[in-house]
Nanobody, 115 residues
């Protein structure tokens, strides 16, 4: 059974940093593209970043140059390093993989940026 578990969220001041983790089980992790999304209250889910199976990365314009996605296949884990956090980064952050055309999501980890 595929399972994704996010962690690392919390409360941080503007300009601060957090590192989120997404640990996967039940899949051959190193072959999977992994995406980070976020959803703020009252807003649609927004794609944030992608890391491919060969560790190529792409980012949404809103987080480019502030966020960095990486992976450790030995730990079946993808990370999202978030720097220079802004109030508008406040959201529930979720990771996603697709396997045989089916979407899998974690439960999310809450990031709150507030002074």
């Amino acid at each position: 059974q595929v399972q994704l578990v996010e962690s690392g969220g919390g409360l941080v001041q503007p300009g601060g940093s957090l590192r989120l983790s997404c640990e996967a089980s039940g899949i051959i992790f190193e072959t999977r593209y992994v995406r980070w999304y976020r959803q703020a209250p009252g807003k649609e889910r927004e794609w944030v970043a992608l890391i491919t199976s060969t560790s190529e990365t792409t980012y949404a314009e809103s987080v480019k140059d502030r966020f960095t996605v990486s992976r450790d296949n030995a730990k079946s884990t993808v990370y999202l390093q978030m720097n220079s956090l802004k109030l508008e980064d406040t959201a529930l952050y979720l990771c996603h993989v697709q396997l045989f055309g089916r979407d899998y999501w974690g439960q999310g980890t809450q990031v709150t940026v507030s002074s």
